[in-house]
């Protein structure tokens, strides 16, 4: 079959869908990516290597207006028709709508993953009412559509965006254990390190991460908190890159920049840390969690379900430094091998429910039974449209 993938950014591609992206060409199909071109030569060299063709989407990635949204319509639709592909798998907020209304005039099968609910939901009712109405009329012709947490799931269905009959849960993008293997648990004698990897925005919580850091290291010097994740000047909630660099001079975080491989950052934590105010399933928890570090997190979707309190990590209250100083503090209280236990622990539960061959099979059950008995396409069916 032909398959079309549609995202906010070809790095994306690289760093969430590889695995699936390498199943499906294994199982003989063939792939084409269309999403905005990334800066990175590696990040395009790699997708040529995956072996999926790369096709450039011109879009903002901010906002969600339908008028200034017009043209990306018509620029998918464009895409869509050249491609012709069986079926669109579609992630990312603009992406999913205006793919789907795209897809819709087309008759083409598209299938959204909803990764999370993104900024509109966290800046007031009025940007969440717009968002609910684009989101319930895009969504109408859609057979199918991935969540990855239940509390994402339940909020659409309560709000009657879509019904029951639309809904399969996957456990997040799923992670590749082999890759993101355990690594042994630091020795916490003479420092102890706390690792936030996200994008550096307000909505990720890292402005409580760096009050507490600023607590915390008051009273233990030996403790270090350390940032790695691109500074998002684009997203409405950016941290100025003039504040990060006052906060390293200040000396309470160490501000890693970004990297392609986040693993050797995770081995020489002792707690991977994410304060986030909303997620769909984090990304940077699973593979945290997956390595054997313990968690610390806010009690939010999707967080809440990649970590269990007091067992895996911690859970605080989201947008509250407070609690989050007194997790920290509870988590620095362990014994280092109840700490390294709690990492153990974690990599159990990645194993139990966040392996990708969920994913992958979640999704090969589309091509091989959806596409033919809700979508009445058969593998051969000639495309008209």
């Not at 690594?183 to 996200?198: G, K, R």
């Not at 139990?352 to 969920?358: F, L, W």
């Amino acid at each position: 079959m032909h398959i079309l993938i549609t995202v906010n950014a070809a790095w994306n591609v690289i760093n969430f869908r590889r695995s699936l992206i390498e199943a499906f060409i294994s199982d003989g199909h063939t792939v084409a990516v269309l999403a905005p071109p990334d800066a990175s030569v590696s990040v395009m060299e790699d997708l040529k290597l995956l072996g999926c063709r790369f096709i450039p989407l011109k879009m903002d990635r901010e906002g969600l207006n339908p008028i200034k949204n017009f043209a990306l319509i018509s620029r998918m639709k464009k895409a869509f028709h050249e491609e012709r592909p069986d079926v669109v798998f579609s992630y990312t907020i603009k992406n999913n709508i205006f793919g789907s209304l795209a897809a819709a005039k087309l008759g083409i099968p598209f299938v959204p993953n909803i990764t999370g609910l993104g900024t509109a939901f966290l800046s007031g009712r009025f940007l969440q009412k717009i968002s609910v109405y684009l989101y319930r009329y895009a969504f109408q012709r859609n057979r199918i559509i991935f969540f990855q947490n239940h509390d994402d799931k339940n909020f659409f269905l309560n709000h009657k965006i879509i019904t029951n009959q639309q809904v399969r849960l996957v456990p997040g993008s799923g992670i590749d254990l082999n890759h993101f293997k355990p690594t042994n648990y630091p020795s916490d004698h003479e420092e102890t390190i706390f690792l936030m990897i996200a994008r550096i925005i307000r909505d990720k919580g890292v402005i409580e991460y760096v009050e507490t850091a600023r607590e915390i290291k008051s009273k233990f010097p030996n403790a270090r908190f350390q940032v790695l994740g691109c500074i998002d000047t684009a997203n409405r909630s950016a941290i100025d890159a003039k504040i990060v660099k006052s906060w390293v001079n200040e000396g309470i975080i160490e501000y890693l920049g970004i990297s392609d491989d986040v693993r050797p950052h995770i081995s020489r934590s002792h707690c991977v840390v994410l304060p986030s105010y909303r997620e769909g399933a984090p990304r940077t928890l699973i593979e945290g969690a997956s390595m054997a570090r313990p968690i610390i997190a806010s009690d939010v979707p999707g967080c809440r379900e990649v970590v269990e309190n007091s067992k895996t990590g911690y859970l605080c209250k989201a947008r509250n430094k407070n609690d989050l100083i007194r997790c920290v503090k509870d988590f620095m209280s362990l014994q280092h091998e109840e700490k390294a236990l709690m990492g153990r622990l974690g990599r159990e539960k990645m194993v139990r429910s966040y392996d990708d061959t969920i994913i992958k099979q979640a999704y090969r059950n589309i091509l091989e039974i959806d596409l033919v008995s809700y979508f009445k396409r058969p593998l051969l069916e000639k495309k008209n449209y």
